[in-house]
């Protein structure tokens, strides 16, 4: 089992930053993928960014390339999601999940869940 803890959410203006953690707790040993996503009120959750524990590879959704950058720590115990130049849009629910072996964008390939975050980006 792997248990996440996800942290560093808040309210700020249009352009601000946010720096998100997830706290990683459980069996993690072998090659992991770890991923953020997020959901608004009335959206389907959708991908943000995922690692490839492994070998490090990332992933970003369009949205957010060049403005969000997600990254781990050392020990592999705290995935980070660095956001920048923050929008309305951004506004979510974001979640830190995991999968093991190879990673993937679809929501349901992800068996462990964090409680969720939330961010509220204000014009």
């Known amino acids: 089992q792997v248990q996440l803890a996800e942290s560093g959410g808040d309210s700020v203006q249009t352009g601000g930053s946010l720096k998100l953690s997830c706290a990683v707790s459980g069996y993690t040993y072998g090659s992991y993928c770890m991923g953020w996503f997020r959901q608004a009120p009335g959206k389907e959750r959708e991908g943000v960014a995922r690692?490839?524990?492994?070998?490090?590879?990332?992933y970003y959704a369009d949205s957010v390339k060049g403005r969000f950058t997600i990254s781990r720590d050392n020990a592999m115990k705290t995935l980070y999601l660095q956001m920048n130049s923050l929008k309305p849009d951004d506004t979510a629910m974001y979640y830190c999940?995991?999968?093991?072996?190879?990673?993937?964008?679809?929501?349901?390939?992800?068996?462990?869940w964090g409680q969720g975050t939330q961010v509220t980006v204000s014009s």
């Open positions: 999940a995991a999968r093991r072996w190879a990673c993937s964008g679809a929501v349901d390939d992800y068996n462990f």
């Open positions: 690692i490839f524990i492994g070998t490090g590879s990332t």
